[in-house]
């Protein structure tokens, strides 16, 4: 496991705030767990490599919870108008202030108190709601980011080349990604309700924490380049 996140400089990809955090606790929390199961007995290595699965599964949720509010925030922050904000978080809004009961609702949206009223609107309620809208897997991926940024489809840019990142050194295409977290949340479900499961390699545990983590790197890439578009130009 040489090349794996502890030897990869994460000023590389200029992280944001939660892909450090996951970054930091892959580093800190399951990498010493990958390596302690690699000196334990059959016996202890099982159980070991399953709360592992489900230790990675939080994170990955927490990882995309926060990283999708965090791209709302800074598109919030830096644009000059409403009007450049994302298409789905428009019509969120105007459906909210529509169902309001208080006719002076509206005015939640006067000078720059839009930004207050988003920031109310998309707190850690709506934002668990929008991205429980779908079972875990990239649809719910897509669903959420589209939700919050407007990125149509964000899973579609989950591909890679050979040796691009050095703890996943085999190349990967959009749908072979998707497909191998889909297996991954399959796996840490069946395993969170005690379902029976084929034996666990500690060489698969591997390859989903590296998985995972080009996956977030992926992510946050394209979110980073999609925000750092021209203020004039609108999001969709």
């Excluded at 579609?156 to 991954?184: G, I, M, V």
Aim: proline share 5%.
């Amino acid at each position: 496991m040489s090349d794996y996140i502890t030897d990869y400089d994460s000023e590389d990809i200029l992280c944001p705030v939660a892909t450090v955090s996951f970054i930091r606790s892959m580093s800190n929390d399951i990498y010493p767990l990958l390596e302690l199961a690699t000196v334990q007995d059959e016996k202890t290595t099982a159980p070991l490599l399953k709360s592992i699965i489900v230790l990675l599964g939080s994170y990955w949720k927490s990882f995309c919870l926060d990283l999708g509010k965090e791209a709302l925030d800074t598109i919030t922050e830096n644009i000059d108008s409403a009007r450049y904000l994302p298409r789905p978080v428009l019509e969120a809004i105007a459906q909210d202030i529509k169902q309001d009961s208080n006719e002076l609702a509206v005015w939640a949206l006067a000078d720059d108190d839009w930004r207050h009223h988003i920031n109310n609107y998309f707190g850690h309620e709506a934002s668990n709601k929008i991205f429980n809208t779908y079972s875990p897997g990239p649809k719910q991926i897509d669903h959420y980011f589209y939700q919050l940024t407007g990125i149509v489809k964000i899973t579609n840019t989950w591909h890679w080349e050979q040796d691009e990142y050095p703890f996943a050194p085999t190349s990967c295409t959009a749908r072979q990604a998707q497909e191998k977290l889909q297996h991954f949340l399959d796996l840490e479900w069946d395993i969170a309700h005690q379902q029976t499961i084929p034996d666990l390699s500690h060489q698969s545990i591997q390859d989903y924490y590296a998985h995972l983590l080009v996956l977030a790197i992926k992510t946050h890439a394209t979110l980073k380049d999609y925000i750092e578009m021209p203020e004039e130009t609108e999001y969709e």
